[in-house]
């Protein structure tokens, strides 16, 4: 059997920074019953494995910019090098190669319909992309990156 990558005192921890990602050590170690250097190390060796990262998340609809997912369908052995290629494009925060109706998905944050209109056109440019289906962001109704995943199963509570 494999081991988990976080055992239960990182999930401890991660949940106490799920709440407020800026907390001082010091507040999650007396939450959680640990000394402030095990924080400090538990979480420097989750970053370092990249199970965790600190980010300043931005709604960009209130900042009056676009908002849309992508979903890229690739054809053939182009998959790696069109994701990679859409990946560097500065307004893409995000990409990923999925499964379902589309092979690859991303975010785009715009500042303008024009911007979003040179966007579509610079990625169906990428060689393997075959069609660019856009869904806009309208309105946000849940913006919480809490992971029900992370809690302990109800059996094991």
């Not at 190390?41 to 910019?65: H, P, Q, S, Y």
């Not at 069609?131 to 309105?139: A, E, P, R």
């Amino acid at each position: 059997m494999r081991k988990p990558l976080l055992d239960d005192l990182d999930v401890k921890i991660l949940t106490q920074l799920q709440i407020d990602g800026r907390m001082p050590f010091t507040r999650i170690a007396d939450a959680v019953g640990v000394s402030e250097a095990t924080v400090r190390a538990r979480v420097a060796r989750m970053t370092r494995r990249r199970a965790v990262k600190f980010v300043v998340d931005i709604n960009a609809n209130e900042l009056g910019l676009i908002e849309v997912y992508l979903g890229l369908r690739i054809q053939g052995p182009a998959l790696e090098r069109a994701v990679a290629a859409v990946a560097q494009i500065p307004e893409v925060p995000y990409s990923a190669i999925v499964s379902g109706p589309f092979d690859a998905m991303c975010e785009v944050v715009c500042r303008d319909n024009d911007d979003l209109i040179r966007l579509l056109v610079d990625i169906r440019k990428i060689p393997g992309v075959v069609s660019v289906d856009v869904i806009t962001i309208l309105k946000i109704h849940k913006d919480d990156w809490t992971f029900a995943a992370l809690s302990p199963h109800p059996e094991t509570a």
